[in-house]
């Protein structure tokens, strides 16, 4: 008997094994929440009838797909971490998302290259010159606090002030650097980044920005200023995202 006649006896087997799994397991609970279940997405098939989603789904599914992505692949790297059992498997690494996963983030290569002309070869954050093994792109809005790579949601630093910043939110005065610089970008860079394959949305960046701004201020966060200088982030930060930059 050869491996092919073998593969395409078992091959039924196994796809009504998977079919009897993926139906048991995330089918049933996917939709539960809080206790309860909200079938918002389709309603629990019978046994051995095909899963029918609801109106509009397939279509917010494709739509955002990046999104729902990484923010599920964000979820479970938190989960990873939560268990203190994996710390003696996975030890302390800054690259979980690829140990769970088998890749990384986006490479983010081709947006230095962008980058570095824009920001004439000098750091985001303190306006030092950049040299290019020394030069890192920093989401502005940290990865951990929104896992997706937004064209407009970069910039250029230098190592040691990405290392420093972390997830922790910048200070006021980067947060207006920040604004002024992405509405100064204009159409080209959205255009190239566009290209690279990155997504384009100013105004969603934007409106993330303000969402993780007013999540710090309703918490007393502080906003890093420079390497081990923080500052309270006030209020006033709140009033840079006026309709003025939409």
Not at 75 to 104: C, P, Q
Not at 118 to 146: M, N, T
Request: charged share 20%; aromatic share 10%; with cysteine.
């Amino acid at each position: 008997m050869t491996l092919e006649m073998s593969l395409t006896q078992i091959w039924p087997e196994v796809l009504s094994e998977v079919a009897r799994v993926i139906c048991d397991q995330p089918v049933r609970y996917l939709q539960n929440a809080g206790g309860s279940t909200d079938p918002f997405l389709f309603d629990l098939p019978q046994a051995r009838r095909p899963l029918v989603l609801k109106p509009g789904v397939m279509f917010c599914l494709r739509r955002y797909y990046g999104l729902i992505h990484q923010l599920a692949k964000a979820g479970w790297i938190d989960h990873v971490k939560s268990n203190k059992l994996n710390a003696t498997v996975i030890g302390v690494t800054d690259d979980l998302e690829s140990f769970v996963f088998g890749a990384s983030r986006q490479s983010l290569s081709v947006v230095a290259d962008i980058l570095r002309p824009l920001q004439h070869d000098r750091c985001f954050y303190y306006s030092g010159l950049l040299r290019r093994e020394s030069a890192e792109v920093d989401h502005f809005i940290a990865w951990a606090r929104y896992p997706r790579d937004t064209a407009h949601n970069f910039v250029l630093a230098h190592r040691t002030c990405n290392s420093a910043k972390r997830d922790i939110l910048a200070a006021e005065h980067h947060v207006e650097h920040w604004l002024d610089r992405n509405v100064s970008l204009g159409d080209d860079f959205a255009s190239t980044m566009q290209q690279s394959g990155f997504v384009t949305d100013l105004n969603t960046s934007i409106s993330v920005a303000r969402w993780a701004y007013q999540q710090g201020v309703e918490n007393s966060a502080h906003g890093w200023v420079e390497r081990k200088v923080l500052e309270n982030l006030g209020a006033s930060c709140l009033d840079l995202f006026s309709d003025s930059w939409r």
